[in-house]
Structures are given as C-alpha cells and as structure tokens.
C-alpha cells in the first residue's frame, strides 16, 4: 500500500507508535490517533470495536452483554466475548478481553448491536442471561448474605 519494502513499513510503523501517532492493538493491528487528540494523545477507544477484531466468529457474552442491556449495573472490567474458537486471554490498552470457548451447539442467541458508531455481535438478552448462569465464573457468581451461626449456650437478649 506505501510502495515501500515490509523492513521500512515496519520500522515507519515502529516510529509512528513512539511518536503516539498510533497505538498497537494487538499483533498487526494498530489504531490511529487523531492529532486532534492533543499533546498527550490520548485516543478515543470503543473496547468492544477493539475485541470484535481478536477472532473470526465471536459475540459478547455474560457480564458483558448482561452490561450492554442493562440487567447489571457494575460496570466489567472484562470484556467477555464468546467464541467456537480456542482463544487466549488477550490486553489491549489496559482492557483485558477474555474469550469463553463454546461448542458449536451452544453458539447462537445473538445478534448485531450498534454500540457507539460501530456494529458488533452481541448476546440477545435471554441468551446472555442462559451464558451467565452456565458460566458462572466469568459474571462473579451470585451473592449470597452471610448466615449469622449460634454456638451453644450462648444467650441473646
């Protein structure tokens, strides 16, 4: 695309990011930062446009679709996204993208979602509920109070 060798495109790129005119996304993926941004340059980041990118058939799943739909009101510090997939846990810029690998039988119920100015697959709510309760672990489990215990012989008034 530059008309250049793949040694300059990738030393071009290499100072691009240490000027801050780019910041790695991942292996080969970059995202541009708008001068606009201001000395510090610091980029809009959309993480849910970020991880649609890190496998080939995906949706956002569990706390993270829970989240998009507003059944929960923390907001995750995961992105949760499930996939047929075998993926390993990924960072981009601070955000750590999890990926729940699902058989081919229990990969459906979603379905696209504008999120900001972009479309990404996303759990139907009914189904990112179902993820939820079969996933357990990647939503936090459910509270439960604690139970108060008496000892023998001890008295209350």
Not at 14 to 28: E, Y
């Given at each position: 695309?530059?008309?250049?060798?793949?040694?300059?495109?990738?030393?071009?790129?290499?100072?691009?990011?240490?000027?801050?005119?780019?910041?790695?996304?991942?292996?080969?993926?970059?995202?541009?930062?708008?001068?606009?941004?201001?000395?510090?340059?610091?980029?809009?980041?959309?993480?849910?446009?970020?991880?649609?990118?890190?496998?080939?058939?995906y949706y956002y799943a569990t706390v993270t679709a829970n989240?998009?739909?507003?059944?929960?009101?923390?907001?995750?510090?995961?992105?949760?996204?499930?996939?047929?997939?075998?993926?390993?846990?990924?960072?981009?810029?601070?955000?750590?993208?999890?990926?729940?690998?699902?058989?081919?039988?229990?990969?459906?119920?979603?379905?696209?979602?504008?999120?900001?100015?972009?479309?990404?697959?996303?759990?139907?709510?009914?189904?990112?509920?179902?993820?939820?309760?079969?996933?357990?672990?990647?939503?936090?489990?459910?509270?439960?109070?604690?139970?108060?215990?008496?000892?023998?012989?001890?008295?209350?008034?």
């Amino acid at each position: 695309m530059l008309g250049c060798s793949y040694a300059y495109a990738r030393k071009l790129i290499h100072q691009l990011v240490t000027k801050r005119w780019l910041a790695r996304g991942g292996p080969g993926k970059y995202q541009l930062i708008p001068a606009d941004r201001g000395l510090l340059a610091i980029p809009d980041m959309n993480p849910l446009l970020a991880g649609s990118v890190l496998v080939a058939s995906y949706y956002y799943a569990t706390v993270t679709a829970n989240h998009f739909h507003g059944l929960s009101t923390p907001v995750p510090a995961t992105v949760y996204l499930a996939t047929p997939q075998a993926k390993v846990l990924t960072e981009i810029r601070g955000i750590e993208y999890r990926c729940v690998t699902l058989p081919p039988n229990k990969f459906f119920g979603y379905q696209k979602a504008r999120v900001y100015t972009t479309d990404v697959m996303m759990a139907e709510p009914e189904k990112a509920v179902v993820d939820s309760l079969d996933k357990m672990a990647y939503v936090g489990g459910i509270a439960s109070t604690p139970r108060l215990s008496y000892s023998q012989g001890t008295t209350f008034t």
